[in-house]
C-alpha cells in the first residue's frame, strides 16, 4: 500500500506526515521527525519507554500504526516542558532523585503526567498502577513514586492559588 | 554542620534537565547523514558448524551496502570484555571469540551482518542468505559439560584434570588449614545451591554507531560502560591503532549493571566492520530479543558451602566451591569466579578456609559481569547456610553472625586490609528498622499466610584489583575565566558519575559545582582510565580527580602566595576566593575581595581563581592538574533484612518489607547513594523470586523479552528502607567506598532465609517461584 498523508496534533502545533501503513507511530516520532526523547526498550509494548499521551490516555507508541494518528491530539515528552519551565513531574524526578540512568524516564514522565492531567490525588495505588507498565531497571521505582506524589502536591498547591480548587 | 560544601550533599543531578525533557542524547538516538542500518544474522542452533554461507543474493537486494560473515570479517582472536585488555600478569587472557566463526556456539550466535540503507531492507537480507548447518552436539549444564564424554565447545582449550570445557585458571584460594578447622569443628554444615541464569535488562538495548573518515580513524558512538577499554580492543580485532579510533557515549547509556564492561554485545565491532567495508556510519541496535540471547547474562551456578563452629557459634571453617556455567564464551573466566570466593569468605573471621571455583563452557548465551559479579551466587549460599548453622545450634541468627563478622583489622584472605567496617551497626539499624524481635511470632496455628523474617551480610569492592588491572588518570584544567574543565575516561551509566564527580572536584578546588564541567565517556580528551564497573567509578575515578585538582589547586596557590607573601599553604579557595586562612591575616594587611596586584600592595587580602586565572593568563601560564593513581580497595558493608509473606495455597511470595543498611564509607551524594540501594533490592528481588533465563531441550532460550522475563514492576515493589550508615574509609576520597553493587549481594539472600523461616522450607534453588514455592510445601 502506498504512503498516505496523515495529520495530527503533535505537542499543540498541527503536523502533516507521509507514513506508510506498516509503520508504527514511535517510528515516525523517533525516526522522520527525530523527536528522539520518546525511547525504544522492546518494540512490543512491554516496557513502556515509548509512553506518549495520545488522545488524553498513555500509551505505548510502539503499539499504535502510524495510520491510526490520523485527526489525535498526541503529546510526547517534548511537550512537556511549559513556557514558564520545567512540568512539575520533571522538577519533581530531578529533586526527589527519581532519574538515573534516564531510558525509562520520559515514558514513565507520560505515564504519571496522564495520571495526574486527570487525578491530582492519586493514592499509592493509583500511582503504581499508572506506572505499572513502565519498567525501570535501576531504581526500584521508590524515588519514582515519591516524585509523583511530590508533583501532584505541588500540582494541587499552584491549582488552588489560581482558584481552580 | 558538615565540615564539606559540597561532599555529603544530596545536590541535583547535573543530567536532570536533559533526562526529564527528552533532550539528552543516548547511543541509540543518534542519527547521521548517510547512516545505514544493521541487521545480524543469528544461529538457531546452540551448537553447529557453518558449512556453507552464500550472501550473494542478499548483496544483490537495492539498498544493501555491505555483507559480514566468517568470511571477509577480521580474524583476529579476541574477548568481548575488559579481561581481553585489563587481564593481570598473573592470570593468562582468555581469547576464544571471532567476531564472525565458522562454528556457532550458542542460539543467537553471530552468522552474519547486513548494513542497508534502512532496518526493512537489512532485515530482508537476512532473509536472503543461505546457510548450510552441520549440527554438532551440544551440552548445557555445567556439570554435564566437565564430563570426560561433553563435547568440547573450544578445540584445545579447557581441557583440565578437573574436567573437560574448563577454559581459564581455576581460583584457589588456601588460607589456613581448612581440614584442620572441620576437624576441630563441633558441628558442620553443607549444602549445594543451584542458582539461575539472571539478565541484566538494562533499559537501553546493545548499540553502536560507527563512522570511518577519510584517513581510516574510526568514530564510535557506543553503550559501552569502559570506552578506553573498548578502543583498545576495537584497535585489537580489526589490527588498528587505537589511537586511531575514538570511543564515546553520546553522552548518555541506558544502564549498564556489568552488560557491557567491554563490548557491547558485539555492536561496536560489528557496526565499524561494516562501516570499513560501506563507508558510510553504520548503526547497530539489538533488539530486546537480541540483548536476552546475545548479550552476557549473570552466571548460572552450582554453589557449596561447608561451614564448621564450635558449639558456641564460633566459626572454625569454610570450605567452599563455586561452578560457573560461562555459556559460549568466557569473558571474565577467573576474575568472577575469584570474586565470589573471596567476598565470601571475607564475611567472617573464620580462621581456617578454602575456596575453589571455576567457570565451565556450554552452549548457553555467553555469561559474564552483572552486578555484584559472582558475589550474589556466593551470598545465597553462604547466608542460608549460616542460617541453617543457627538453626543446629539453637542460636539467633543475627547473634550468631554478630559473633563472627569481620572487624576492622582483622586478618582476611584478601591482600588490601579491611580498613573499615561498620556492619554491626547495619546489622543493628536493619534489625530494628525490619522489627526483628517479631521474629518467630509472626503466625497464628492453621494460617495460610505465612510470614518470615530473614537476613543476610555481605560485602564488595570498591574497584577491580586485585582481580583486574585498574588505575585511573584524570586532568583539572583552570580556564583563564576561572571555571575548571574536569576530563575523565568514565562514563556515566546512570550512577550519577557526572554529579558526583563533579562534587569530588568542587570540594577539592573550592570551586562552585556550576563553574565546573566535566568531560567523561569519551576517548578523545580524556586520559586512559578503566571504566564504570566494579563499584569503582566515584571510589577510583574519584580518587584520580581530587588527586588532579588537589595538583591544580596548588598550583594556584602557589602563584597567588607570590602576591600575598605568605607560604602557599596558609592560603585557602572556598567559593572561588582565594584568601589567607583565618590566623594568617596578621601578616597580610588590607580587607576584601580586590586584585591580585593590589594584594600585593596591601590593598586587600582576597582574590577570585577569576581574577587569578586571568591574570596568570595574561602572563603566558595556565594551571593544569594531573591525577595519576592507582586505587587502594576497601570494603562496603551491606545488612539486608526482609519480611515476606508466603500464600501456601498458591506458592506466592511477597515481599513485605526490605531494610538495607550500607556502610558505603562516606556518601559523596546520599540521595545517589539510597536510588543504589534501592535499586539494588529491586532487583535481588527479582533473583530471589522471580527472574530467570531457562534452556529448552533444543537449546533455545525460553525468556527472551520483557513478557515472559519475569522483572519487578512497580506494582510486585515492598517497602524498601534504605539506610545509609557512614564510616570514613582513609583509602577513598573524602571517606568514600563503592556503593554500586553491594545493594544486590544481599537481598535474595536474605529474602530465602525469610521464606524458610515463614515455611520451614529451604529452597536449594532460586527463583523461589509460586509453582517451585507450592511444589515444594505440597509434597
Known amino acids: 500500500m502506498p504512503n498516505q498523508i496523515i495529520s495530527f496534533r ?52 510502539c503499539l499504535i500504526p502510524a495510520m491510526r494518528a490520523q485527526g489525535a491530539d498526541i503529546q510526547t515528552i517534548e511537550g512537556v516542558e511549559g513556557p514558564g519551565g520545567l512540568h512539575p513531574l520533571q522538577q519533581s524526578f530531578i529533586d526527589k532523585g527519581a532519574v538515573q540512568c534516564g531510558f525509562c524516564t520520559p515514558g514513565m514522565i507520560m505515564s504519571a503526567k496522564a495520571l495526574l492531567d486527570k487525578n491530582k490525588s492519586p493514592s499509592k495505588e493509583q500511582i503504581r498502577e499508572a506506572v505499572g507498565g513502565n519498567i525501570c531497571r535501576c531504581t526500584g521505582y521508590v524515588k519514582i513514586e515519591d516524585a509523583v506524589e511530590d508533583a501532584a502536591r505541588q500540582l494541587r498547591a499552584s491549582a488552588v492559588k489560581g482558584g481552580e480548587l | 554542620m558538615s565540615q564539606f560544601e559540597y561532599v555529603g550533599k544530596s545536590v541535583n543531578r547535573r543530567d536532570g534537565v536533559d533526562k526529564t525533557t527528552g ?38 537486494l537495492p539498498g544493501v551496502k555491505a555483507v559480514m560473515t566468517h568470511k571477509n570479517g577480521p580474524k583476529n582472536l579476541f574477548n568481548a570484555a575488559v579481561p581481553m585488555f585489563l587481564t593481570i600478569p598473573q592470570l593468562e587472557r582468555v581469547l576464544d571469540q571471532y567476531l564472525f566463526d565458522e562454528i556457532v556456539r550458542h542460539v543467537g550466535d553471530e552468522v552474519a551482518a547486513v548494513a542497508a540503507t534502512s532496518e526493512a531492507i537489512a532485515e530482508k537480507a537476512l532473509g536472503l542468505i543461505k546457510v548450510e548447518y552441520e549440527i554438532l ?29 574448563i577454559p581459564a585458571e581455576i581460583v ?53 560502560q569502559t570506552p578506553h577499554p573498548s578502543r583498545a580492543i576495537l584497535g585489537q580485532i580489526f589490527g588498528i591503532a587505537a589511537s586511531k579510533i575514538r570511543v ?42 537480541e540483548d536476552f540471547i546475545a548479550s552476557d547474562t549473570r552466571h548460572a551456578a552450582y554453589v557449596t558451602v561447608k561451614l564448621g563452629a564450635k558449639k558456641d557459634g564460633t566459626f572454625q571453617a569454610l570450605d ?26 571475607a564475611i567472617y573471621r573464620i580462621p581456617h578456609q578454602r575456596y575453589f571455583g571455576h567457570s565451565v563452557y556450554t552452549n548457553r548465551t555467553s555469561a559474564g559481569a552483572m552486578r555484584g559479579f559472582g558475589n550474589p551466587q556466593g551470598n545465597l549460599a553462604m547466608e542460608q547456610v549460616v542460617d541453617m548453622m543457627a538453626e543446629k545450634l539453637g542460636m539467633d541468627p543475627l547473634e550468631l553472625r554478630r559473633k563472627n563478622i569481620m572487624k576492622a583489622g582483622d586478618p582476611w584472605c584478601l591482600p588490601y586490609p579491611c580498613g573499615t567496617t561498620e556492619l554491626a551497626e547495619c546489622m543493628r539499624q536493619g534489625a530494628e528498622s525490619i522489627g526483628w524481635e517479631r521474629r518467630g511470632k509472626l503466625n497464628e496455628p492453621g ?11 555481605g560485602t564488595h569492592v570498591s574497584n577491580a584489583w586485585p582481580f583486574c588491572v585498574d588505575y585511573d588518570n584524570a586532568y583539572v584544567t583552570i580556564q583563564p575565566d576561572g571555571s575548571a574543565h574536569v576530563a575523565s575516561g568514565v562514563p556515566d551509566i546512570g550512577t550519577g558519575t557526572s554529579t558526583s564527580l563533579v562534587q569530588i572536584a568542587a570540594e577539592t578546588l573550592g570551586i562552585g559545582m556550576d563553574s565546573i564541567s566535566l568531560t567523561y565517556g569519551d576517548t578523545l580528551g580524556t586520559p586512559f582510565d578503566i571504566g564504570s564497573h566494579a563499584s569503582r567509578t566515584c571510589y577510583a575515578a574519584g580518587t584520580a580527580i581530587k588527586a588532579a585538582a588537589t595538583d591544580a589547586r596548588k598550583q594556584l596557590l602557589e602563584y597567588a602566595a607570590g602576591y600575598f607573601n605568605i607560604a602557599p599553604e596558609r592560603l585557602e579557595i572556598k567559593g572561588g576566593v582565594i584568601s589567607p586562612v583565618a590566623g594568617s591575616l596578621d601578616e597580610c594587611s588590607g580587607s576584601g575581595l580586590c586584585q591580585l596586584e ?18 596568570a593568563h595574561v602572563r603566558n601560564k595556565q594551571f593544569i592538574g594531573v591525577g595519576r593513581i592507582v586505587p587502594e580497595n576497601a570494603p562496603p558493608w551491606h545488612a539486608c533484612f526482609a519480611e515476606v509473606e508466603v500464600d501456601t495455597r498458591t506458592g506466592q511470595v511477597r515481599v513485605v518489607k526490605l531494610a538495607a543498611a550500607h556502610d558505603v564509607g562516606r556518601a559523596i551524594n546520599p540521595m545517589i547513594v539510597e536510588g543504589q540501594i534501592e535499586g539494588g533490592a529491586a532487583q535481588g528481588i527479582g533473583y530471589a523470586l522471580s527472574e530467570e533465563i531457562t534452556y529448552n531441550d533444543k537449546g533455545r532460550q525460553q525468556q527472551y523479552s520483557m513478557h515472559n522475563y519475569m522483572l519487578p514492576t512497580a506494582e510486585d515493589m515492598p517497602e524498601i528502607h534504605s539506610i545509609i550508615v557512614e564510616s570514613h574509609d582513609p583509602t577513598g576520597p573524602f571517606g568514600a567506598k563503592g556503593a554500586g553493587e553491594c545493594s544486590l549481594v544481599c537481598p535474595a539472600s536474605a529474602i530465602a532465609n525469610a521464606v524458610a523461616n515463614a515455611t520451614g522450607y529451604r529452597f536449594k534453588q532460586i527463583p523461589m517461584t509460586p509453582e517451585r514455592v507450592f511444589k515444594a510445601l505440597n509434597s
Open chain 2, 447 to 457: 494460617a495460610v499466610k505465612l510470614r518470615g523474617l530473614g537476613m543476610a551480610v
Open chain 1, 10 to 61: 503533535l505537542n499543540g502545533e498541527v503536523v502533516e506526515m507521509a507514513v506508510s501503513p506498516a509503520e508504527m507511530l514511535l517510528d515516525v516520532l523517533r525516526e522522520k521527525m527525530h523527536l528522539t526523547g520518546t525511547k525504544r526498550g522492546c518494540g512490543k509494548g512491554e516496557c513502556g519507554a515509548c509512553t506518549i499521551i495520545f488522545n488524553g490516555k498513555a500509551m505505548n507508541a
Open chain 2, 137 to 165: 552436539p551440544a551440552v548445557f549444564d555445567a556439570l554435564e559439560a566437565m564430563k570426560p564424554e561433553a563435547p568440547e565447545l573450544h578445540a584445545g582449550k579447557g581441557c583440565t584434570p578437573e574436567g573437560r570445557n
Open chain 2, 598 to 615: 593590589e594584594v600585593k600592595e596591601g590593598k586587600g587580602n582576597s582574590v577570585t581563581v577569576e581574577e587569578l586565572a586571568y591574570h
Open chain 2, 320 to 345: 567452599m566451591k563455586g561452578v560457573f556455567n560461562t555459556g559460549a564464551f568466557c569473558t571474565f573466566g577467573a576474575e568472577l569466579p575469584g570474586v565470589c570466593g573471596a567476598m565470601t569468605l
Open chain 2, 23 to 60: 533532550r539528552g542524547l543516548f547511543t541509540t538516538d543518534i542519527f547521521l547523514p548517510g547512516m545505514l542500518f544493521a541487521k545480524v544474522l543469528r544461529s538457531p542452533h546452540p551448537h553447529a558448524r557453518i558449512v556453507s554461507i552464500d550472501t550473494s543474493e542478499a548483496e544483490k
Open chain 2, 172 to 224: 584457589k584460594i588456601p588460607y589456613n588449614d581448612v581440614e584442620k578447622g572441620l576437624a576441630e569443628s563441633d558441628v558442620i554444615v553443607e549444602q549445594t545451591f543451584e542458582l539461575p541464569v539472571q539478565k541484566q535488562v538494562q533499559m537501553e538495548t546493545q548499540a553502536a554507531v560507527a563512522q570511518v573518515d577519510g584517513n581510516g580513524d574510526v568514530t564510535v558512538w557506543s553503550t559501552t
Open chain 2, 248 to 289: 564515546l557515549a553520546p553522552p548518555y547509556v541506558g544502564g549498564g549493571f556489568g552488560v557491557r564492561i567491554g563490548l557491547s554485545g558485539k555492536a561496536e565491532p560489528i557496526a565499524m566492520g561494516l562501516a570499513l567495508l560501506a563507508k558510510r556510519p553504520v548503526k547497530l541496535v539489538y533488539t530486546r530479543k
